[in-house]
């Protein structure tokens, strides 16, 4: 039986701070500022009510299932014996597995290995010595031994002919930007068709 609840005395009660309780006691409602509670119900799109639909459907489908409509079947286990090809590699796999377990190493030749280090021709000793008179050179070279050199800017101007040049072809290209074809005079083109003297008919006859 268990015993009846037993209300806490006043001193084992929660003390709540002086601060926080004058501050809540003398706290105005009139300094809140109002808030506008906006209540939204968002719609299902209709494929989310087609798959609810589906799901529960499917539910309903499986709870209320009968199993006295199951047909009975019966389980027919098949062996499928190894054909020719199949025999011949496991015979194989089987013989190999059984020459590398029972192999003697007692049958094994003795070998003594030789170390080889051959020495490099003349050609390459000749490389390398220029590889490492060059490495040498860059490695202890004296800037001390280099000497102070000016570099000459040089503007090359061009000869009196090619400003000539360039001022007539200047002229020639803002003569023909500026031509004026106000300025042209009217011609008539007149078609002239000799007839040919007597004197070229008698040779063209004789001819």
């Not at 003594?112 to 021709?121: A, C, G, M, S, V």
């Not at 050179?137 to 061009?158: C, I, S, W, Y």
Request: charged content about 35%.
């Amino acid at each position: 039986m268990s015993a009846a609840p037993v209300s806490p005395s006043l001193k084992d009660l929660p003390k709540v701070a002086v601060d926080l309780k004058s501050q809540l006691e003398g706290f105005n409602h009139d300094n809140m500022k109002r808030a506008s509670t906006t209540e939204k119900n968002v719609l299902p799109t209709a494929e989310d009510v087609q798959q609810e639909k589906q799901h529960i459907e499917l539910i309903h489908g499986v709870e209320t299932f009968k199993q006295d409509r199951l047909k009975r079947t019966n389980t027919t286990e098949k062996i499928i014996l190894p054909n020719a090809q199949d025999v011949a590699t496991e015979k194989t796999q089987k013989a190999l597995l059984e020459g590398v377990e029972g192999f003697d190493t007692g049958k094994l030749k003795h070998t003594e290995t030789h170390e080889k280090n051959p020495l490099p021709d003349k050609d390459a000793v000749m490389q390398e010595k220029v590889h490492q008179n060059l490495i040498s050179g860059v490695e202890g070279f004296d800037k001390a031994r280099m000497k102070h050199t000016t570099t000459q800017e040089k503007n090359v101007l061009p000869d009196p002919e090619a400003i000539e040049a360039e001022k007539g072809q200047q002229k020639l290209i803002e003569g023909i930007e500026n031509f004026d074809p106000k300025k042209l005079k009217h011609t008539e083109t007149q078609e002239k068709n000799p007839l040919p003297t007597k004197e070229a008919i008698d040779q063209e006859k004789s001819a």
